[in-house]
């Protein structure tokens, strides 16, 4: 459908204000990252209410904008669930898209995401963790960082930060990734 209906910014807003579940993931996909504004975003993160909108929005339109930088850190600060689970999806989509960014870009996000570890819900958790991921299969220098950032994590006070930590270390230390980024 994305692909027949095209690039169209209007199109997306109406899906968007329609309230259906797959007319928001579909507005995700018609729209044109060079039109969406702050104030979109605010209202559209403000409406996320499952973690697969949150995902298809963050991580096939939000990323793509000039914004993406500054709303993975605002909204992994912000105490809505979804909202803050969207800081996290972005910070794992920006690692896989932005591939033209130098990788000490993504070192602002490491304390972010040292205080996400702490967030015992589970669609903020398993962002975290995603956003550990991705940013250290990106390189054999982000790997190192995620890696060490994680076995901090894994020292935390909490279950989420040891699960998060464990499931990292368990990708980010196999023999597959390690192979990838030599």
Not at 1 to 22: P, S, V, Y
Request: charged fraction near 30%.
């Amino acid at each position: 459908m994305a692909k027949e209906a095209g690039r169209n910014h209007a199109l997306a807003l109406r899906l968007w204000r329609t309230g259906i579940h797959e007319a928001r993931i579909l507005a995700a996909f018609v729209d044109e990252p060079g039109k969406v504004a702050t104030a979109q975003m605010e209202k559209w993160v403000r409406g996320f209410d499952s973690w697969d909108v949150c995902d298809q929005v963050c991580s096939g339109l939000f990323d793509r904008t000039p914004y993406a930088w500054s709303k993975a850190l605002e909204w992994s600060r912000r105490k809505q669930e979804f909202v803050k689970r969207a800081g996290f999806v972005l910070m794992a989509a920006l690692a896989v898209h932005a591939k033209d960014v130098p990788d000490t870009c993504f070192a602002g996000f490491f304390p972010a995401i040292r205080r996400g570890a702490e967030d015992e819900r589970n669609f903020v958790k398993k962002a975290v963790n995603w956003a550990i991921r991705q940013i250290g299969k990106r390189s054999r220098f982000l790997n190192r960082r995620m890696v060490r950032l994680s076995r901090e994590i894994a020292r935390l006070e909490s279950r989420s930060a040891r699960w998060i930590a464990a499931d990292a270390l368990r990708e980010l230390e196999s023999a597959e990734v390690r192979r990838r980024l030599k």
